[in-house]
């Protein structure tokens, strides 16, 4: 069972750990059990947050338990790390409307069948019935301030605009989660990124001022890109699990459009294939880039595991036909309405306008003269049929799903036109 933390070096996975050989002995002696927690400040989870979760989840595979905890308590208080003013409060309903959508997420890729592999928590099960003088008493007392004040977060907003208590108490609450996790699970193991170290120590340490008990801390290091942009980004925003923040197609083709110099990264964070298998597919990506194997074998896998294997089967054959390698009729709405949001693209209440307007205007061409020149040059297509007529004025007819129109020039650059 300790093979798993060379898994996870070898991944790149370990940013930091209270006592890494102490872990190791502690991994020897048999199963533990690790938690990592989520916090409910959107509806929906990114792919940033995936990094500690697929870590914990290759932890309970090497056969230890998992805990994931949904921060219902925490998700009302908002930890003052990564901003430089006040989070605003969300409502009570909201957040607790978004904890049941964050769970269901997490238990996606944890083993939860039986609660000596998993188990799901939300800790406003033991927040909620703390009063504020049992919190001051038997939790706040063990909290010097001196040392909250030096955790790098704190002393960040207090050089600045300061912060308010409620978010100050954040690094306790947390830490009261890993004592109370600690007492009804045994959880010895809280993981979390690197920017969690803080609050993730302080646990260790109240456990051990509380209990006596020796626990641990690991993180995961923030992810970035070789080309110095914000992982988990694109260019509409951040990338969601939720498929209707982002769609298949889009979560498909981020994945598929990783960069050569980070697929290999990204294999070995989010895929679960072995280490033979990733190597292979670094090999790949040396010797046939153009292929971009590798970042196939990400897309596929990935996206079958968040979304299912007929979601990849439609996100393929979307991609092929937009291309001219397929029927654009046979799409579902939905899916076509995806892939069109990711190209050039306008939105018109009504048919009337000439092909050569609808690709200007959608960005697909720089110009209505660039327009016509592709169509002179026979460049030009809609929904794959060459376009010959520079006055053409598309109807009802050509309409795909009653709604869109793609619009083409050569064989690779798509756009469309969304009509309502």
């Given amino acids: 069972m300790t093979d798993i933390l060379d898994d996870l070096a070898w991944r790149g996975l370990i940013a930091q750990s209270t006592d890494i050989d102490a872990l190791r002995a502690s991994l020897a002696k048999g199963p533990i059990t690790a938690y990592c927690g989520f916090d409910p400040t959107a509806p929906s989870l990114h792919v940033g947050n995936l990094v500690p979760l697929f870590t914990l989840a290759r932890i309970q595979q090497a056969g230890h338990r998992a805990i994931g905890l949904v921060g219902g308590a925490t998700g009302l208080i908002g930890d003052p790390g990564g901003r430089n003013t006040e989070r605003a409060l969300n409502p009570v309903e909201l957040v607790a409307e978004w904890v049941e959508k964050i769970r269901v997420q997490v238990s996606r890729f944890l083993d939860l069948t039986d609660e000596a592999r998993g188990v799901m928590v939300s800790n406003l099960d033991w927040t909620a019935g703390l009063s504020a003088i049992d919190f001051l008493r038997d939790v706040g007392k063990h909290f010097p301030v001196n040392r909250m004040l030096s955790r790098e977060a704190v002393s960040a907003r207090l050089a600045g605009e300061g912060l308010s208590y409620t978010e100050f108490s954040y690094q306790i ?241 798509i756009g469309g036109v969304e009509v309502g």
């Fill in 173 to 413: 609450l947390q830490s009261n989660d890993y004592l109370e996790l600690y007492r009804r699970y045994g959880c010895t193991l809280q993981l979390g990124g690197s920017d969690q170290w803080g609050n993730i120590t302080a646990g260790v340490d109240f456990i051990r001022r509380v209990e006596g008990a020796h626990v641990h801390a690991l993180t995961v290091p923030l992810i970035t890109k070789a080309d110095g942009t914000k992982f988990g980004k694109t260019a509409g925003g951040s990338v969601w699990l939720n498929p209707e923040m982002t769609s298949p197609y889009a979560f498909y083709q981020f994945w598929l459009n990783a960069d050569d110099r980070d697929v290999v990264k990204f294999l070995k964070i989010f895929s679960f294939r072995s280490r033979e298998e990733i190597e292979e597919l670094e090999k790949s990506v040396a010797e046939r880039p153009f292929a971009r194997e590798a970042q196939r074998a990400l897309a596929v896998e990935f996206t079958t595991m968040l979304h299912g294997a007929d979601q990849v089967v439609a996100v393929q054959t979307a991609a092929k036909a937009l291309f001219g390698q397929g029927a654009l009729q046979e799409l579902d709405a939905a899916t076509l309405g995806a892939a069109l949001s990711e190209v050039p693209r306008v939105q018109v209440p009504a048919l009337g306008a000439s092909f050569v307007d609808l690709m200007a205007d959608s960005g697909l061409v720089a110009s209505k003269s660039e327009a016509r020149r592709a169509i002179k040059e026979g460049g030009a297509y809609l929904n794959n049929e060459k376009v010959t007529d520079e006055g053409y004025i598309p109807t009802g007819d050509d309409l795909i799903a009653g709604r869109y129109l793609v619009l083409r020039r050569g064989k690779k650059s």
